[in-house]
């Protein structure tokens, strides 16, 4: 088997060639324009990049359907996104997929202390697979960051739980 070095702001992620190599699970990746980092993953380095969009989205209050593939080479998977909260929303068929895809790499376009990044991570750990999770959040959840961000008790058990699921998330 072959290995591949990418970076992602930053951080480093050695993946082995596998059935196929990342699959991009992303609520932003239902817009054309948001797979073109993916697409040069796949042009580039030649890795065999999969990525699951919803059919749909709420944009300014309205229901919008999905860009269609850009070129014939991007493999798509639509699929219908539950629930209306990112921290707990999750992709119907999600799991199916990945149990006929076998990914070796997971990026997951979504903060690591949600319920999605929580249940990949367990995905992953049991499959040998690799879990990337990006957030564009800037604030520290740690609890003593909390504790002074939110004030009293509730920040810092608002920490706790967050630091707790990030970990549960790990391989």
Same mark, same amino acid.
């Given at each position: ?37 993916? @697409? ?55 799991? @199916? ?13 979504? @903060? ?60």
């Amino acid at each position: 088997m072959r290995s591949l070095t990418i970076c992602l702001n930053s951080v480093h992620v050695t993946l082995e060639k596998s059935m196929i190599d990342l699959l991009v699970v992303s609520h932003a990746t239902f817009k054309g324009v948001n797979r073109y980092v993916f @697409d040069l993953l796949r042009k580039q380095h030649n890795l065999k990049v999969e990525i699951i969009a919803p059919k749909q989205l709420k944009v300014a209050g309205k229901w919008t359907l999905a860009d269609p593939p850009e070129d014939a080479a991007q493999t798509m998977h639509y699929l219908e996104l539950k629930g209306n909260n990112p921290r707990t929303h999750d992709f119907d068929g999600l799991f @199916d997929l990945l149990e006929s895809r076998k990914p070796k790499g997971i990026y997951l376009d979504n @903060d690591p202390v949600s319920m999605q990044a929580l249940r990949l991570g367990k995905w992953a750990r049991k499959n040998g697979s690799r879990l990337i999770c990006l957030s564009c959040e800037n604030l520290s959840f740690y609890p003593l960051a909390s504790y002074k961000r939110l004030g009293g008790i509730k920040g810092f058990v608002n920490g706790c739980i967050k630091t707790g699921l990030m970990y549960m998330t790990k391989p």
